[in-house]
């Protein structure tokens, strides 16, 4: 077994704010994803990478970066926080990016901009 | 690109209900189809998968038949327990893509 550590749990920031989100994993695994939850939005991908150095875009990509330096860590940054924006960013990550393959997720980073 | 449809945002149920829960999808070839729900304060976790035509997968009395005829995996249960409120996000993964997920649905179940 293993986990994924996100932090902050919450991140409260200023409008036009750059804001980072820290993602660990001790699974070993090689691919790590960023998705962010909405309410009736469901999960949309941010970003991912299969291995360390490695970024691939998702489909709402725009406003972020996302750095994995390590194996065991994938970061997102917000570049410019928007007004009234409210969101859980989730974390997760895979062995590999088969078709078949679960994806572990943590507990998630819930982010109010004011 | 591929994605998936959760037609009910919410659904509203007593204990010892029938539970349906409709996903369809759409993508080229044969993706792999997957049910996770997620509890309050917790992040999403896997319910089962299925990877090839009239494929049923199940797990904790909820189960889904994968069908390609017309591209949907709707998830079932005979009878819910209030143990069972949560969201359940239907989702597919293709080609070595990342993951795509629905809307999700929120179930409550009242005892």
């Known amino acids: 077994g293993g986990i994924i550590t996100q932090t902050p749990k919450f991140l409260i920031g200023q409008e036009g704010q750059k804001l980072t989100l820290k993602c660990q994993q001790n699974?070993?695994?090689?691919?790590m994803y960023w998705y962010r939850q909405d309410s009736g939005k469901g999960l949309r991908l941010i970003y991912y990478s299969i291995t360390e150095n490695d970024l691939q875009k998702g489909d709402l990509s725009e406003g972020y970066d996302a750095s994995r330096e390590k194996k065991s860590s994938f970061s997102l940054t917000v570049t410019s926080a928007q007004k009234n924006e409210m969101a859980v960013f989730l974390c997760?990550?895979?062995?590999?990016?088969?078709?078949?393959?679960?994806?572990?997720f943590g507990k998630g980073t819930r982010l109010t901009v004011v | 690109g591929d994605s998936v449809t959760q037609t009910e945002g919410q659904v509203a149920l007593s204990e010892e209900d029938f539970l349906t829960i409709h996903c369809n999808y759409s993508a080229s070839g044969y993706p792999t189809l997957f049910w996770y729900v997620q509890y309050p304060g917790e992040g999403p976790q896997l319910l089962f998968r299925?990877?090839?035509?009239?494929e049923k997968g199940s797990s904790r009395g909820f189960e889904a038949t994968y069908d390609k005829g017309t591209t949907s995996f709707h998830l079932r249960k005979a009878s819910v327990q209030e143990s069972d409120s949560a969201v359940y996000y239907c989702?597919?993964?293709?080609?070595?893509?990342?993951?795509?997920f629905g809307a999700g649905t929120k179930l409550s179940v009242k005892p």
């Open positions: 299925a990877s090839r035509d009239k």
């Open positions: 997760a990550s895979s062995k590999d990016r088969g078709r078949g393959t679960e994806v572990f």
């Open positions: 699974f070993n695994h090689d691919t």
């Open positions: 989702a597919l993964s293709n080609n070595n893509n990342a993951p795509r």
